[in-house]
């Protein structure tokens, strides 16, 4: 099967599962209420330097789809999205149009659309530095996501099985490449581990990409035609892979991707450590039922409830959301505790009056 009919493909599955439950852990992630803000809605603001550029918001159209007709259709279309409320956005994997060349205007048609806006450039890890290069120059991208999908491609029937020097390729593109490197995960989390080992390689911007968002792996079942509901729970919720990522490389750069459809999981995600959130799957179908003024529309109410939220934490702008103190509870406690985090660091941060206001001041162990 070809790569272009691949992407056609995922498209459709990713709609068809997209009512699954999601399995992110933000459900066990609750933010303290602060009963006397002092503040004002018309004082907060959602705007977000990321990458060099500034963003309406601390929120990011991520990766879903490459190239060819349809998807072309969809980077054109989210690229008006983007452009017209302010996000960033990722174009999804450019290998075909690397490869095809004839292909290259899928993606270009992006940075046409939306000049002067954050756009990142989209590779596997399996690349050379070559094809890097090209991709970040196709889109004029600002950043470039280097993805990992190692569970993707071991349930896809013509995927890779050979994974070798993929740590190597991503050193030699952080080196070589002159805007921000992204390691993204799919679907699948990032492990403190793997995080300690990316930094060691001069990784500094990650996208967790955690599980309880698009699942390839039911994406791939879907498209060979074989159960593989065994497998549909692997991998580290986006919750655990925030702060996992955030305990093994403090000064990092976090996007929070994976199952993220609300405000209100956006500014969770923020007060874990993430910079910013990106979301996929929702956006697509909502893409999809309402067209691009659908969308819009969505996205300009997820910006006025992220204010709304700020408001009831008492803070003016989102970066003042990792000060605010949360409760982690249920399995996502377990799991951190079994990994030998404490989270009572985000639940008793210290507090202090500032103009009139309760601060919550960052815990200097955490960052």
Not at 95 to 117: H, L
Not at 211 to 234: A, Q, V, Y
Not at 252 to 259: E, H, L, M, V, Y
Not at 301 to 317: A, H, R
Request: net charge negative; proline share 3%; aromatic share 6%.
């Amino acid at each position: 099967m070809s790569r272009l009919t691949r992407k056609d493909d995922h498209i459709i599955h990713t709609l068809k599962l997209y009512k699954r439950p999601a399995l992110s852990g933000f459900t066990d992630v609750t933010l303290v209420h602060n009963a006397l803000p002092e503040v004002s809605e018309n004082d907060i603001s959602l705007e977000t330097e990321l990458f060099g550029k500034v963003t309406g918001a601390p929120l990011i159209i991520n990766a879903i789809t490459g190239g060819g007709f349809v998807p072309a259709k969809v980077n054109e279309a989210l690229a008006v999205a983007s452009r017209e409320t302010g996000l960033g956005m990722a174009v999804g994997s450019q290998t075909i149009a690397v490869e095809k060349p004839e292909f290259a205007g899928s993606f270009s048609v992006v940075r046409k659309i939306n000049p002067g806006g954050l756009i990142m450039a989209n590779v596997g890890a399996h690349v050379t530095v070559d094809t890097a290069l090209e991709a970040v120059e196709m889109i004029s991208a600002d950043a470039l996501q280097v993805h990992l999908n190692v569970p993707q491609e071991a349930a896809m029937i013509e995927g890779d099985r050979d994974f070798r020097g993929w740590i190597n390729n991503i050193a030699g593109i952080v080196r070589k490449i002159e805007v921000p490197v992204v390691v993204k995960e799919v679907g699948f989390g990032i492990s403190y581990e793997v995080a300690r080992l990316l930094k060691e390689v001069g990784v500094t911007n990650f996208d967790v990409g955690g599980r309880g968002g698009t699942n390839f792996i039911s994406i791939e079942g879907l498209r060979g035609n074989r159960k593989l509901d065994f497998l549909e729970s692997w991998g580290i919720t986006t919750v655990a892979s925030i702060v996992e990522v955030k305990m093994s490389c403090i000064d990092s750069t976090i996007i929070a991707t994976g199952g993220i459809t609300n405000a209100l999981e956006v500014a969770k995600a923020l007060a874990l450590g993430a910079k910013a959130a990106g979301i996929a799957g929702v956006f697509l179908k909502v893409l999809f039922e309402r067209n691009v003024e659908g969308l819009i529309e969505m996205i300009e109410c997820v910006k006025s409830d992220l204010k709304k939220i700020l408001l009831m934490t008492g803070v003016e702008n989102s970066a003042e959301l990792r000060t605010v103190p949360l409760v982690i509870t249920g399995k996502t406690k377990e799991w951190l505790t079994e990994r030998g985090i404490d989270t009572t660091i985000y639940a008793r941060r210290s507090r202090e009056p500032i103009n009139g206001r309760y601060i919550f001041q960052e815990h200097r162990e955490l960052y």
